[in-house]
């Protein structure tokens, strides 16, 4: 029986398909530093490529995956200085996974999902206010969130720490966090997702256009949830998926900061 005191959400919590997944090939170029306490993945754009603005990455539950390092690198690759927040520390996924993927057994996924959303939710504020801190207050942001990660990615946007977000494949979201973020959203969605169902993105969609918010919705077909961050790069559709979202995402990112 559901709670009636837990929000009534849109996009769903995860579920066992966000366990589920490919390595992806390829060395990471960034670095770790500790900012409030938590340990961030920093990577700086090559000097000639400097934008001048910032993104915040929010992981999905893979965390400080080979997989989301690269998804990082690649947006430092188009201009971006990125951060990104190890929100599961000491304790990430691949720590009850065995050599096969699969979870060990015994393993309480949905358990290790509360946990990390309730210290979370102590975490990412401080953390944000102490990147503001340290690179500026006033500095332009852009936010983007994976499956896990798509809450935050939308509170920053809602309480105008980032000027322009995304997210793909989300988790945890409610039509509040549609109806009050401050700047443009795109969305990279798959079309059958049981985290965020044809239903709920109908939803969205509506509370977006009651809102009158600057948005966009990319989806694809014949992939499923994880598709952005996840997905059998061996298979050329599924790399074709990854990569469409990904150059969309820096497209809009890039559009909506030089305004």
């Known amino acids: 029986m559901s709670n009636p005191s837990e929000p009534?959400?849109?996009?769903?919590?995860?579920?066992?398909?966000?366990?589920?997944?490919?390595?992806?090939?390829?060395?990471?170029?960034?670095?770790?530093?500790?900012?409030?306490?938590v340990e961030t993945y920093t990577v700086h754009p090559h000097e000639a490529q400097h934008n001048g603005h910032m993104l915040l990455f929010f992981a999905d539950v893979?965390?400080?995956?080979i997989?989301?390092?690269?998804?990082?690198?690649?947006?430092?690759?188009?201009?971006?200085?990125?951060l990104g927040l190890n929100y599961f520390q000491d304790d990430p996924l691949d720590k009850h996974k065995l050599p096969n993927g699969q979870t060990e057994p015994g393993f309480d996924f949905d358990a290790w999902v509360d946990k990390h959303v309730k210290s979370a939710a102590v975490l990412v504020p401080k953390w944000?206010?102490?990147?503001?801190?340290?690179?500026?207050?006033?500095?332009?942001?852009?936010?983007?969130?994976?499956?896990f990660g798509a809450q935050y990615a939308l509170n920053a946007l809602g309480d105008g720490t980032a000027?322009?977000?995304?997210?793909?494949?989300?988790?945890?979201?409610?039509?509040?966090?549609?109806?009050?973020?401050k700047g443009p959203l795109f969305m990279a969605c798959c079309q059958d997702d049981d985290t965020?169902?044809?239903?709920?993105?109908?939803?969205?969609v509506e509370v977006l256009a009651r809102e009158k918010k600057d948005?966009?919705?990319?989806?694809?077909?014949?992939?499923?949830?994880?598709?952005a961050c996840r997905g059998n790069?061996?298979?050329?559709?599924?790399?074709?998926?990854?990569?469409t979202s990904f150059a969309a995402m820096v497209n809009w990112f890039d559009f909506w900061l030089s305004q």
């Open 67 to 82: 997989n989301n390092r690269l998804l990082m690198d690649g947006f430092s690759n188009a201009g971006y200085l990125v």
């Open 196 to 204: 965020f169902s044809s239903e709920s993105r109908n939803k969205a």
């Open 62 to 65: 893979t965390g400080m995956s």
């Open 8 to 37: 009534q959400y849109l996009a769903q919590r995860p579920g066992q398909c966000c366990t589920k997944g490919f390595p992806h090939r390829g060395e990471s170029r960034g670095t770790y530093q500790t900012i409030a306490a």
């Open 163 to 181: 000027s322009v977000g995304a997210f793909a494949h989300p988790a945890f979201l409610t039509d509040e966090h549609f109806a009050n973020i």
């Open 128 to 147: 944000l206010a102490q990147v503001q801190s340290l690179y500026g207050a006033h500095k332009k942001y852009c936010s983007v969130g994976y499956c």
């Open 215 to 227: 948005w966009q919705m990319q989806l694809f077909p014949k992939v499923g949830h994880g598709f």
């Open 233 to 243: 790069m061996d298979v050329p559709y599924e790399r074709y998926v990854k990569e």
